[in-house]
């Protein structure tokens, strides 16, 4: 694609030679020759202030004033822009949009491998489900997609409703109403806004706080988990048992349900080998051999949710002792029943506690020695906890297994 087509695109004004464009950027860091760099200006930056390593390194820059660089777009506002040169290439696609507090990513993975088989489909990448990350996925992915899937998350109020109405899915997917960011949002209303904007249906799991407008569709139990045998999922499809690839616990397998769901919806057909060929999205309860042991790596998020279902899963596979971080931007209320709960029924090895902070009910400060003290062959190793406290569960939880 070149300036000139941009700029016509986008209603701008190209100053300088036209030239062709590699793709799309909004963090200066990442460009590279030929890219477009989006000087986006947020609540602490400018990006117009970092045009001279924009240039330095080969790229152009879309901004909303002049600037001594060449050549260069110049928009009314270039936020604005981006969002609508994004929206101009899925028009014709059949626009699919996913929320929810937990799984988001993990059905958007799915789905997207599904659909795969069915047409071309453009995702959003990784957990980009801001209105900037979104438009940079769509930039960035396949041209004429049959299908658009999109991820929409939700960090303040008023996020899903923006986001749903810039980019007007025909169907929409909520995986959960649970906990994330419940101190700062009432989850069912933000989470049911999205069927505001929602041209045909919205696929959830009955929640009764959710109000969809006579939308919602609720999604089928086509999966059923029954086991695990080898670290593979044994499941249940029509009847048929299938071996699904790695560790699923019931949040992926209701992921995956949701997808199929979609599938369903709009009449596509699946068969049990496409899904035995599905991965787990990278980073997601990563359960793996370590020597002796099975190490639990579920760091990706942190809600009382997507713990109870790792925390369950895990007990399939003997003696657990978790090792916890805690949890953040949460409305605590009620959680340190729910979390003793789980506590009391699984019955772990041990608990142990990286700055506890007195956000968990149960466990005792993490302390090496006396985590090796009570390791056995072939016992479950989970970390789970905020990605806040990376830094220091990486400091302080590290162990040669």
Known sequence: MKLSQIAVAVNGRLVGQDEDISNFKSDSRECQRSDLFF??????????????????????????????FSPYLIVEDVRSSMLNLALSKIVNSTKIAITGSNGKTTTKEILSAMLSN????????????????????ILNGCVNPDFAVIEIGAQKTGDIENLS??????ISVITLVGSAHSAFIDVPKEKSSI??????????????????????VIYTEFVELKGYKDLKTLVKLDGKSLFLNGIWGTGQIKDLNMALSVLEYLKIDFNPTEIEKIQIPEGRMKFERMGKYFLVDDTYNASPESFMNTAET?????????????????????????????????????????????????????DLDKFLNILNSNDVILVKGSR??????????????
Not at 165 to 170: A, K, Q, T, V
Not at 319 to 336: F, H, Q, R, S, Y
Request: include cysteine.
């Open 39 to 68: 000087a986006l200006k947020g609540e602490k930056l400018d990006g117009y202030d970092f045009l001279k390593d924009v240039y330095s390194r080969g790229s152009f820059a879309v901004v909303d004033r002049q600037t001594d």
């Open 314 to 366: 895990c007990a399939n596979f003997g003696d657990v002792i978790w090792i916890l971080a805690p949890m953040k931007e949460l409305n605590t209320d009620g959680i340190k029943k729910k979390l003793m709960n789980v506590f009391l029924t699984l019955k772990p090895k041990a608990v142990f506690t990286i700055e506890n902070d007195d956000f968990y009910p149960f466990g005792i400060p993490y």
């Open 388 to 401: 806040f406290y990376q830094n220091t569960c990486g400091r302080n939880c590290s162990v040669d297994l």
């Open 195 to 216: 069927a505001n904007h929602t041209k045909k249906a919205v696929i959830y799991d009955g929640d009764t706080r959710l109000n969809l407008q006579g939308k919602g």
């Open 118 to 137: 069915h047409g071309r489909v453009l995702k959003t990448e990784g957990n980009m489900n801001t209105d900037v990350g979104i438009s940079l996925s």
């Open 165 to 170: 109405s810039i980019f007007e899915p025909d």
